[in-house]
């Protein structure tokens, strides 16, 4: 049996959703809605809408699009006994088999040539249309979700049936109450870690930043999101990637296929929203999953989770119009910081690492010592201060009017459960962080964060951060050890700064790393055992944003990461190569092999041909399993 697998009965909800549900499900949406849309608008403009009548516009048409749904696709109970243990075993080759039983019959009772013959083949047609039917089953399956590499891998380790790796289940001694319970422990421990660091006068760093510049008033203002056409509506949902959320009135494919149907009804939703600066209620409310970190851990450890949040599919249809607004008046004003990597276009971790990467190797070829550090934040997107972000966005990023108000409504009055085994926790109010699972979380995470880059500039110290993982590098000549006081104090700056903007530094998980010539880095190292209460790291490697950084920048330990991992995953494939077609397995040697050669190997360029031919080794091997020659 599968490691995870859970034997016992369980009842789920599905709909079905045929192509005549679908045709009903268009006919009624114009009669149904436009009543709906007459009730809560009129001839009302947008901005003379009211928060609560767009509130009740939302819930009405969330329950307009959900009882017609209900009408057309009814949701049934049905039981699940147990996982098919063949789900490819289909009608053709259930005939087959039968077939083939009663040929077996005869030839045994009579023992005659002729029914040998036909009973053999019988069964090579059997085992052909198995083949067939198995391998059209992972074909599909690889098909669907070929940009899914866990549900990928996960299906490979059933198909081999390795233990370790296939993905568990949440036991049913943890309750959805236990991990809301959990998750919410967790962030307001940290919250209460950092209110103990605070100063007692109770006077915040915040309004008298020490060591950083006053900030300047920005110079250009964004007073008002701009309403949107119906062209720039279709052009977001139909790019927008399709999610499940049991918050959906409607599947958000199904969204999709009658967008032409409900584009007006979601125009108004939208532009109202904009002008009137206030974000439906309904909008506010995340769906977590908790996500076991990695499959090898104890599921039955709440320890081991991290929580995923799941938000409805228009409510991030709306944040990606504002995200669109928002940053191309970031881009065209410059209020974005130069070294931060995370969440924008035309950066990459690997344009952060090519440029950290660049700067060491050059110090090193002058000659220098290099001390990198790794800063480790914990729960850095949960424990945001949401008064600290918006006087941010006002006061520096220039956030005014109407555009503001829908970022105060979009702050405040969140709430969030837990949805486990087919059980829902309580609602709990959420009072701080952004949400990850949303499209502006990460934006507004980058913009609470840039003052930090006035405390690096001050001391002259060189970094790049990628979203919360910032890198701090200083080189330096052998008998220039006093530098080192340099960053001593910078990261006093910064610890002092993280904690008056409610962010913990998890000095445990920070890493410092020297690099440079072997003789110069081992005097160097000896006369530094701490570093500001930050332990030199323990090993020669560090990870470094998916890539590990030894001290002598030769990654030789990340290629034979690369060589060990890759070749795992190839056994797996070849083990199963046999019922796999040309292209799928292709498509599985892309997702495992190939997607792990191509990260970050621009860093790799400057490497021994002998390292390298580790590397073509393991494309050789994935050549040959997949032609098989």
């Known amino acids: 049996m599968l490691s995870g697998y859970s034997p016992h009965n369980k009842a789920v909800l599905t709909r079905r959703l045929s192509e005549n549900a679908v045709t009903k499900f268009k006919e009624v949406i114009p009669s149904a809605l436009n009543p709906v849309v007459e009730k809560n608008f009129g001839d009302s403009l947008y901005l003379n809408i009211s928060p609560l009548q767009l509130d009740q516009f939302v819930d009405d048409t969330s329950g307009t699009l959900r009882s017609i749904l209900d009408s057309v696709a009814p949701l049934r109970q049905k039981t699940l006994t147990r996982e098919r243990l063949a789900p490819w075993y289909n009608v053709k080759t259930r005939e087959l088999k039968q077939l083939l039983r009663r040929r077996e019959r005869i030839w045994r009772s009579s023992k005659t040539a002729e029914a040998r013959f036909l009973w053999q083949e019988c069964l090579d047609k059997y085992k052909k249309a198995l083949r067939r039917a198995r391998t059209t089953y992972y074909s599909s399956l690889i098909e669907e979700n070929k940009n899914n590499p866990r549900y990928l891998f996960s299906t490979v380790a059933r198909l081999t049936d390795c233990q370790s790796t296939a993905e568990p289940c949440i036991p049913l001694a943890l309750s959805s109450d236990d991990f809301l319970s959990f998750f919410n422990d967790k962030i307001l421990k940290i919250r209460g870690k950092i209110s103990k660091l605070l100063p007692s006068s109770g006077v915040s760093l915040l309004d008298n930043p020490k060591n950083v510049e006053e900030p300047l008033r920005p110079l250009v203002h964004l007073s008002n999101f701009a309403p949107i056409d119906l062209p720039e509506l279709k052009s977001v949902v139909l790019a927008a990637k399709p999610t499940r959320c049991l918050l959906d009135p409607i599947l958000s494919k199904l969204l999709k296929e009658t967008l032409p149907l409900i584009s007006t009804s979601l125009l ?110 914990s729960a850095a997107f ?121 962010l913990m530094l998890n000095s445990d998980k920070t890493e410092v790393l020297v690099l440079g010539p072997k003789h110069l880095r081992e005097a160097f190292s000896s006369n530094l055992a701490t570093f500001d209460g930050i332990s030199l790291a323990s090993s020669p490697t560090v990870r470094n944003l998916g890539v590990l950084f030894d001290q002598e920048l030769s990654f030789s330990s990340h290629i034979q990461q690369i060589f060990r991992t890759a070749f795992f995953h190839l056994r797996n494939i070849s083990k199963i190569r046999r019922i796999l077609s040309q292209s799928d397995a292709e498509k599985l040697v892309h997702a495992f092999v190939t997607s792990r050669l191509d990260y970050c190997n621009s860093l790799l360029s400057g490497c021994s041909s002998t390292s390298l031919r580790t590397l073509q080794l393991v494309q050789n091997a994935a050549a040959w399993v997949l032609t098989r020659t």
């Open 268 to 377: 108004k939703l939208i532009n109202t929203s904009l002008s009137t600066g206030y974000v439906p209620q309904s909008f506010k409310t995340a769906l977590i999953k908790p996500l076991l970190k990695k499959p090898t851990l104890d599921s039955s450890t709440l320890a081991n989770y991290r929580p995923i949040s799941n938000l409805p599919f228009i409510s991030k249809v709306l944040e990606k119009v504002v995200a669109n607004q928002l940053c191309d008046f970031l881009h065209n004003n410059g209020l974005l910081e130069d070294f931060q990597s995370g969440f924008r276009t035309h950066h990459s971790t690997e344009t952060a690492l090519l440029k950290v990467t660049n700067d060491l190797l050059m110090a090193s070829d002058s000659g220098l010592l290099s001390v990198l550090v790794l800063l480790d934040l």
């Open 382 to 502: 949960d424990t945001i201060d949401h008064c600290i972000l918006l006087q941010r966005l006002e006061q520096s990023i220039g956030i005014a009017g109407s555009a503001l108000s829908w970022f105060k409504s979009y702050l405040t009055d969140r709430s969030q459960f837990v949805h486990v085994n087919n059980e829902s926790s309580a609602h709990t109010k959420v009072c701080y962080g952004v949400p990850q699972g949303s499209v502006l979380g990460p934006i507004l995470f980058t913009l609470y964060m840039l003052p930090l880059g006035k405390i690096m500039r001050k001391y002259s110290i060189n970094f790049h951060c990628y979203a919360d993982d910032t890198q701090l590098y200083l080189s330096m000549k052998p008998e220039e050890a006093g530098q080192v006081a340099r960053l001593e104090a910078c990261l006093k700056d910064i610890k002092s700064w993280m904690t008056n903007n409610f």
